[in-house]
């Protein structure tokens, strides 16, 4: 048997290479992407091989003719909260910075199927924020104005039309009864593990090598400037070091002698058995703390809140599946009757101001990507163009330069705390 990394590529896919396939009982499809040993040396190391990584790898490569990276990922590739998200995907927020940024990856979206030639399976099927205070109807109110003057295209909807979206919905909840909601059609999901594949696909085609099961242990830095990493498979030199891990943020960044302004909490969902078709939008209810969509093969997707106290857990517990059912089945009250199958936590890294980090670091050579918190996997190709962009020239770019560590002891907070405060 040859050796992963020598063995045939997968090619173009097309609807010729389907025919050209079942013409020979699938026998000639390659691989995916390549798995090789690491070199001793690249231009470009990126820790971690979630959405962010791979996006980041990917734009380096397509943006900047930069392909001597290599990805280094501890576990597989998309094993993090990439591959345990609930896969919203919307650009309705409040300040300008996040619109900018979370409406350029929107936009990639839209075509990035058709771009990494990986089918994604972006679904913008709309997406509603139900407001279920006066003060949640407020802010959503003023989230539609700051949309406006953003060109974002969102509006506001009243509980009539909200009943027609949503039949499975029960507008008038004795608790928290549905005043309106703030609608955002190009909004949707997407399948995240094929957003991870689909980027490292192209990202290995570009000749870039992407390393799993491979833990980074350890940054080694001389007068100020990265110099190399220690990993599982032996010491690797870069002159530049991309760190994109997630909820291990504080971790790598101790390794390199600097502090971030991070919290790690678990974030839990779970899925129901599947069902017939009965929910065709993306729905959050923000107060009472649940969010829903179906998913292709008719579970119901559901997402609750964080852990109440700091953990590296990647677990589900008992009391949030009661806690978030028992929230939506008010609003939902069909829920009720269904089982639950499978619940699953992810680490996030949550900022103080509930917005991103995309920074140059106290050591040169090293940048930071993190603090998506419970919301990035809808970020995951405008955060890779933006932080291509970053390692590229080693200064952020439009897109970037709001996000850096800088912000937070100048305090110029991006305070999103109404739109991904509890949202996803
Ligand atoms: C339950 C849940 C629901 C969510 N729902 C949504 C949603 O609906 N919409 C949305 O937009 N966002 C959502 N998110 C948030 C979203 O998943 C994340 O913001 C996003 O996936 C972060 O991607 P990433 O690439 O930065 O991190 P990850 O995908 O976590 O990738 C980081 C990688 O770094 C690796 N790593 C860590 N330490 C090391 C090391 N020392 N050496 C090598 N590798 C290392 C990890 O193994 C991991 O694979 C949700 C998150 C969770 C947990």
């Not at 949707?188 to 491979?214: F, K, L, P």
Request: charged letters at 20%; one cysteine or more.
């Amino acid at each position: 048997m040859s050796a992963p990394h020598t063995q045939r590529r997968s090619g173009r896919y097309s609807v010729f290479a389907i025919a050209r396939e079942a013409m020979r009982l699938h026998s000639g499809w390659g691989r995916a992407w390549a798995s090789p040993e690491p070199r001793s040396r690249y231009q470009v190391v990126i820790v971690g091989a979630g959405g962010h990584g791979l996006a980041t790898a990917y734009y380096l490569g397509k943006n900047f003719g930069i392909t001597d990276v290599a990805v280094i990922e501890k576990g597989w590739l998309g094993g993090g909260n990439t591959g345990r998200n609930t896969t919203i995907i919307r650009s309705n927020y409040l300040q300008d910075p996040s619109a900018a940024i979370y409406d350029k990856a929107l936009k990639l979206y839209e075509t990035l199927s058709q771009d990494l030639n990986y089918n994604v399976m972006f679904s913008p099927r709309g997406l509603i924020m139900l407001a279920q205070t006066e003060h949640e109807k407020r802010g959503y109110l003023r989230t539609v104005n700051a949309n406006l003057l953003q060109g974002v295209a969102t509006r506001w909807v009243e509980p009539a039309e909200l009943g027609r979206l949503v039949p499975i919905m029960n507008l008038a909840g004795p608790r928290y009864p549905v005043l309106g909601g703030l609608y955002q059609e190009r909004g949707g999901t997407a399948r995240h593990d094929a957003v991870a594949w689909g980027y490292a696909r192209a990202c290995s085609d570009m000749g870039m090598h992407i390393i799993q099961n491979c833990e980074v242990t350890g940054v080694e830095t001389a007068g100020g400037r990265v110099r190399a990493v220690n990993t599982a498979k032996g010491r690797i030199e870069c002159d530049k070091l991309a760190m994109v891990v997630a909820g291990h943020s504080s971790v790598l960044a101790g390794m390199a002698g600097f502090r971030l302004p991070i919290e790690s909490i678990a974030l839990q969902a779970l899925v129901s058995e599947p069902i017939k078709p009965c929910l065709d939008v993306v729905v959050m209810a923000n107060t009472v703390h649940g969010y829903l969509s179906q998913s292709d093969k008719g579970e119901m997707v559901i997402g609750g809140g964080t852990d109440g106290f700091v953990n590296y857990t990647q677990r589900g517990s008992w009391h949030h599946v009661e806690e978030t059912v028992r929230a939506l089945i008010e609003t939902f009250p069909m829920l009720s009757r269904l089982k639950m199958l499978r619940q699953w936590g992810g680490i996030v890294d949550m900022t103080g101001d509930r917005s991103p980090i995309l920074s140059r670091t106290p050591v040169e050579g090293i940048f930071v990507n993190c603090g998506w918190g419970t919301g990035g996997f809808k970020a995951i190709p405008g955060s890779g163009w933006a932080m291509a962009e970053l390692v590229a020239k080693g200064t952020p770019g439009p897109l970037a330069a709001p996000f850096g560590l800088e912000r937070f002891a100048e305090g110029r907070f991006i305070d999103e705390s109404v739109a991904a405060g509890v949202a996803h």
